[in-house]
């Protein structure tokens, strides 16, 4: 790996955990749309809403650092993609706004009948969403953008059959993570009728998304044959049997209603297809592009790098902390278990500190003084293990 790929790693990173975590976001939105009317639609579109309020803006977060760090790392391509995906981008950032408004203004609601209004538009914009993006990424894999402003069709770059079928798996596949996550909520604020009718959901939902992911392979074949050829021969074969296996696994585990570690496999599932066209792609990145030749000047990559992996130490915690506080749902009883196991983290705590420390130190200076790519490589890896160290211990500090 070089530095010149480091930036663009991150990026497919952050793409998938935009998919994970905003796709069922987008997903409580489905199944608000097709809920119908009624007291039972009632308290699936209060249980969405109350299950995703707390954490929906902060999954935004991940789409805004995937369009920055490309942005800076890879300016030709991002203006390339940007002016030929300009319509599908703008609609998917009206439904942005309009799923911002609609959070804002279903508090205001006087009348069940401004409560659905403002619910359909809700609905409607989390459909609108992640369909564009998934068009956009259609259109990328599908080698239908090359250098140039535009630098492909205003219509046809996503108006195809690969753009099609990948935006409707960006619909399915958000429905079967909303689903999969809502039943797991269900359980956990005690709920069981609601976590039976989102179980039944969970389970059609992974049946038609796996579907629609044949279906695609199929268009693949067709459509974009040489990325059908590296997905299923090349290297990305193993990420796509990997997320085949974690899909079926979902499908065992929420039929046992074990819907916490089938929240964790669902999230697989999706990540790894992500993962998958990255590795697929590569090392194209547009039609008439590698990576290499997109790339930013060398002390531009090596700021990227830097403030990402400087970002990550503050940012995962601040999630981490996010996330725990709104699966509690309450801290009662929470003051116990930190107390018992807090003597135990501060040996942890110490420990990673200085391993953050030193992991820096050493990625620092094996990438801006080496000039070997195994050196890079080091580093790389020695600044991976300084985010995950310095993660570590920021999220066990004792704040006294």
Known sequence: MHVYDLPLAFAVVGLALYAVLGGADFGAGFWQLVAGRGEQARKIHEHSHQAMAPVWEANHVWLIFVLTVVWTAYPAAFGSIASTFSIPLFLAGIGIVLRRGAYALRAGTATPRERRRVDMVFALSSVLTPFALGTVVGGIASARVRVGNPGGSLASSWLNPTS??????????????????????????????????????????????????????????????????????????????????????????????????????????????????????????????????AAAGYSTQIAVVVAVLGGAVLLFPSLALLFRLTLARRLTGQERLAAAAHQSLRTTTARSARLAAASLIAGIGLLTVADAGWAHGVGAVSLLAFVACGYCALLHDDPA
């Open 164 to 293: 099609l079928a990948i935006g409707a798996l960006a619909v399915a596949s958000a429905a079967y993570l909303a689903a999969v996550f809502l039943s797991d909520a269900a359980v956990r604020d005690r709920h069981p009728e609601l976590a039976e009718r989102f179980r039944r959901r969970a389970l059609g939902a992974g049946v038609a998304a796996g579907v629609v992911a044949l279906a695609g392979v199929v268009v693949l074949r067709i459509d974009a044959h040489p990325l059908f050829t590296y997905l299923t021969q090349g290297s990305g074969v193993h990420a796509l049997i990997v997320s085949f296996l974690a899909g079926v696994a979902t499908l065992a585990l929420v039929w046992r209603r074990r819907y916490a570690p089938a929240c964790y496999s669902a999230a697989l599932a999706v990540a790894t297809t992500v993962a998958g066209w990255a590795l697929a792609q590569q090392p194209r990145f547009l039609a008439d592009l590698t990576i290499k030749q």
